[in-house]
């Protein structure tokens, strides 16, 4: 079974805008990593947070935290066209991973 | 710094038939990952190794796959044979350290139609 769960499955913003997604988890962790997939880079890591961290700022990322509801969001301000692509949470040492949002950046 | 290398980009197999899949990582880093990613879904983890060692292959069809890594650097997957639900992209990943403890860099995967 997946450990997390990203939602909404998709998104759809005007260029500018900010996008907010979500992740859910089942167990204790010890961090959460949130990756990006498009087509042209395949799978890159953007951020990792650990679970004594509530709050992580990397350019225009924010990724918050809170382990008492096993949850975490990924928020991308001023959205540009090259944010499109798929973003997924993941958990801990095995990297167990949900379905992803698909974000889609309108010009 | 070189990143994961995986071949071959492209694999199109009939059912039943065997293919091998190859992963090289970064140089240096101890973890080695390969997912199966189904279209439209996320990665799913078939086996980690740990330098040459197996810390997690619980989810790995064991009767069709298989994987090593010898010397604990470059690794192969197999299928064998293969089956339709078996097309995927394939995806190695490398870490520096074990346990999920730092980001993990991915290969540009294989993508495996089986026919």
């Known amino acids: 079974s997946q450990q997390g769960e990203e939602d909404p499955q998709a998104l759809s913003i005007q260029e500018g805008e900010n996008a907010t997604m979500n992740c859910s988890y089942k167990t204790s962790i010890n961090n959460l990593q949130w990756y990006r997939q498009n087509s042209g880079r395949g799978l890159v890591h953007l951020i990792l947070?650990?679970?004594n961290e509530r709050e992580k700022h990397s350019g225009r990322l924010r990724v918050t935290l809170d382990t008492s509801k096993k949850s975490s969001s990924l928020l991308i301000t001023a959205s540009r066209a090259a944010d499109t692509a798929s973003y997924f949470c993941?958990?801990?040492?095995?990297?167990?991973w949900g379905a992803g949002t698909k974000l889609i950046i309108k010009p | 710094e070189a990143g994961v290398a995986q071949s071959p980009r492209y694999k199109i197999i009939e059912k039943r038939q065997s293919v091998a899949f190859w992963c090289n990582p970064i140089?240096?880093?101890?973890?080695l990952y390969w997912y199966q990613q189904i279209l439209g879904q996320g990665p799913k983890l078939l086996i980690q190794?740990?330098?040459?060692?197996?810390?997690?292959d619980s989810q790995l069809p064991k009767d069709r796959f298989s994987a090593e890594r010898l010397k604990g650097v470059d690794s192969t997957l197999k299928i064998q044979p293969a089956k339709l639900e078996d097309s995927a992209v394939y995806l190695c990943?490398?870490?520096?350290?074990?346990?999920?403890?730092?980001?993990?860099?991915f290969g540009q995967g294989t993508r495996l139609t089986v026919v």
């Open positions: 947070i650990r679970s």
């Open positions: 993941a958990t801990n040492y095995q990297l167990i």
């Open positions: 190794f740990q330098n040459n060692g197996v810390v997690d």
């Open positions: 140089s240096g880093h101890a973890t």
């Open positions: 990943a490398s870490s520096p350290r074990g346990l999920g403890g730092t980001e993990a860099f």
